[in-house]
């Protein structure tokens, strides 16, 4: 699947705003989505009541809709503590077959130590730890967008 020249420039472009929109807002993007996924499906349950569709699976859409609007973060933040205890266990799993293995080499500690680090900070400081996260992808964003923009600029139109 060939992409056209002006697409590519057009995905390069989101690209470039996406990651710049996660740098500035951070961890605030998360309740953008939040916010925007509840309203939705709000708006799509309404328009199955409104309509001649299903009203049941309508009012299943607006009712989940407002659960995430006002208890998303409540959400995300339990899933944020689970994933931090997960990896604090899998790091301590890695050490541990590390150690019985006796035979690894010390590089092979690397990895479950900055899972157990990575598990550490979520759990002590999720809001801080994901706002770097987000900023980190936000950089790889415009990095990427700037590189197939310039891909895409020096292409032959296609």
Not at 1 to 29: H, P, Q, T
Not at 38 to 58: C, E
């Amino acid at each position: 699947m060939n992409i056209s020249k002006r697409d590519s420039i057009i995905i390069a472009l989101m690209s470039i705003v996406v990651g710049i929109l996660f740098i500035i807002l951070k961890s605030d993007v998360i309740g953008i989505a939040m916010t925007v996924l509840g309203v939705l499906l709000i708006v799509n349950g309404i328009i199955h009541l409104v309509g001649d569709t299903d009203k049941v699976y309508g009012i299943i859409l607006i009712c989940v809709g407002a659960l995430i609007i006002v208890a998303g973060w409540l959400i995300a933040t339990i899933v944020l503590y689970i994933i931090a205890v997960l990896f604090i266990i899998y790091g301590a799993l890695m050490i541990y077959a590390f150690f019985k293995a006796g035979h690894a080499s010390i590089i092979n500690l690397i990895a479950p130590i900055l899972m157990i680090v990575a598990g550490v900070l979520l759990f002590l400081n999720q809001k801080g730890t994901v706002d770097w996260v987000f900023i980190v992808e936000g950089i790889i964003l415009v990095i990427e967008g700037a590189i197939n923009l310039v891909a895409a600029l020096v292409t032959k139109n296609q």
